[in-house]
């Protein structure tokens, strides 16, 4: 049985006008995929595909307009008290935004705290210590606690939510463009810090990005998404077996490694 | 006689307030035209201040403590240069454009600014130039009803009507997704070799430096630290700083398994 599962979820968003009649406008058709405990998944699309949409709605942030989403087999309108909490606390969430997804008035401390206090039956000490704890996980010094946000770097505060993420021991961690704000070399310091978590604790991730290079980085399998809809899926390993004509836009979008030879030619010229 | 170009000589600038601070620190930069220089750096190493400083925008809180701008070899006021001999494409042109001004009074604005009047058949063609296909549509749209694609298409083609041998181009695909950030590096390489402008590329991403960029500056703390052809600095960076902006780009297409 697999940890989450999606099934034939669409999604509608309707915008209002001052004047004139409402927009419907759908934002995610008919889209099925499952989850397996400790499977890293990558949702891969360009902006407003609905990558994100997708991402929110597995994750019970919103409803789906019609279609079901599936916790260990059971749809989540249909979980019961105590398995509606064991979800809360199995499924979590990091956003691309971390300045605008942590309160400025709060400690760091505070911040990453603030699951353990709902989802978790730890008292101030425990969370203390867990804290703490998280803290050393995503690599930030101790004393980390007592800062607020604006004394963060934009690196620092975005480890500070994949802390807070991993607080009630997630199976599933959903990571929507978690490290697309970040400078290259930060970007490649999140990866391999996420890298290592999932070696040490197993979780499954839900991976969404619109870079084709952090798949074939970090996940197992991959589903790409255009216009609403998943239109194909590879092993990350074969990525260069996709054939969409969405999927081969991104993956010629990439950018050269290295700069192209021509440079040599100019500096012949300049020198000669 | 002195070759053309725009020289930042020495810039240096400090804080204000009592405990005064030197977040840029001696920078010397020389434009030439029909040539790229990026200005690379991580997040908080003062390219977006440089920038500010030669064209004497500087935030509130920082001011101009060193340095002087030269143009073909003569002094030159920051406040002079803009809009005629520079034009700039920023980052997040969401933030960029006034929201309540369509897209036909931004042109205008740039037309007036420069003494120039509304010349249809120019307006048309520019704006196609930049590979936008129904150019009389989107004139009339405000900020909030196009993409940000398309409004940094704009702003390339607000840059290029303006006819300033320079661009400054300070994170000009950051925000947006790789797909859009390549049609707008294609943009901005066609533009700068079809006019032969003397291009300052500010980037954190050495993928984007790949693409457009003949020279390389790596700045680290306020100060840069190497200076480098492109292929130089791609197949043999000296500075440890260049080599970890180097070695962090090209992990992203290691081959290595993701386990």
Redesign the interface.
């Known amino acids: 049985m697999s940890l989450l599962a999606a099934r034939a979820l669409s999604k509608t968003y309707h915008s209002r006008a001052l004047l004139g009649p409402a927009r419907a406008r759908s934002a995610l058709s008919d889209a099925s995929l499952s989850i397996a405990e400790g499977e890293t998944l990558a949702l891969l699309g360009r902006s407003g595909c609905g990558k994100s949409t997708l991402a929110r709605l597995l994750s019970g942030l919103e409803a789906p307009s019609t279609g079901e989403v599936l916790f260990e087999g059971t749809a989540l309108p249909d979980l019961d008290r105590t398995a509606r909490a064991r979800m809360r606390a199995a499924v979590q969430m990091v956003f691309q935004d971390s300045p605008s997804a942590t309160n400025p008035r709060f400690t760091v401390g505070r911040i990453i705290a603030e699951p353990l206090r709902h989802l978790t039956p730890l008292d101030r000490t425990g969370r203390r210590a867990r804290v703490a704890e998280l803290l050393e996980q995503v690599e930030l010094p101790p004393e980390m606690a007592a800062m607020r946000p604006s004394q963060l770097s934009g690196g620092q505060l975005q480890r500070v939510c994949i802390a807070r993420a991993l607080a009630p021991r997630p199976r599933l961690v959903i990571l929507d463009e978690a490290v697309s704000n970040l400078d290259i070399h930060l970007q490649a310091s999140a990866l391999a810090l996420l890298r290592r978590l999932r070696r040490e604790t197993g979780m499954a991730f839900l991976f969404v990005t619109h870079d084709l290079r952090l798949v074939r980085r970090f996940a197992d399998r991959v589903l790409v998404m255009d216009e609403g809809r998943i239109v194909e899926e590879a092993a990350s390993g074969r990525l260069e077996t996709l054939m969409h004509p969405a999927s081969v836009r991104l993956r010629t979008a990439i950018l050269p490694p290295f700069p192209p030879p021509r440079e040599v030619e100019d500096r012949a010229r300049n020198v000669g | 006689m002195t070759a053309p170009g725009l020289a930042l000589q020495a810039l240096s600038v400090t804080t204000t307030g009592p405990a005064p601070r030197r977040v840029l620190d001696d920078l010397s930069l020389t434009l030439v035209p029909g040539r790229v220089l990026a200005l690379v750096g991580?997040?908080?190493s003062g390219k977006s201040t440089a920038v500010s400083a030669a064209l004497g925008v500087l935030s509130p809180g920082l001011r101009l403590s060193g340095g002087e701008i030269r143009l073909d070899g003569r002094p030159a006021a920051p406040k002079a240069l803009r809009g005629r001999i520079v034009a700039s494409v920023l980052q997040n042109p969401r933030s960029a454009f006034n929201p309540l001004r369509s897209m036909r009074d931004h042109v205008q604005e740039t037309l007036r600014a420069l003494g120039r009047d509304w010349d249809a058949r120019r307006v048309h063609d520019t704006l196609s130039g930049v590979g936008i296909e129904t150019p009389e549509q989107i004139l009339p749209l405000y900020p909030f009803e196009m993409?940000?694609g398309m409004l940094q298409r704009v702003m390339i083609a607000l840059a290029l009507l303006s006819e300033a041998p320079y661009l400054f181009a300070d994170e000009p695909t950051t925000d947006?997704?790789?797909?859009?950030?390549?049609r707008i590096?294609d943009l901005l390489a066609d533009a700068q070799a079809r006019h032969g402008l003397g291009m300052l590329l500010i980037t954190?991403?050495?993928?984007?430096?790949?693409?457009l960029?003949?020279e390389v500056a790596v700045l680290d703390r306020g100060r840069i630290v190497e200076q480098a052809?492109?292929?130089d600095l791609?197949?043999a960076p000296r500075h440890p700083v260049s080599r970890?902006?180097i070695d962090?780009?090209?992990?992203?297409?290691?081959?290595?398994?993701?386990?």
């Open positions: 991580a997040s908080g993409s940000g947006l997704d790789l797909v859009v950030q390549a590096l954190h991403d050495m993928g984007v430096v790949a693409r960029a003949d052809p492109v292929g791609f197949h970890m902006l962090a780009h090209l992990s992203l297409y290691d081959p290595e398994p993701a386990r």
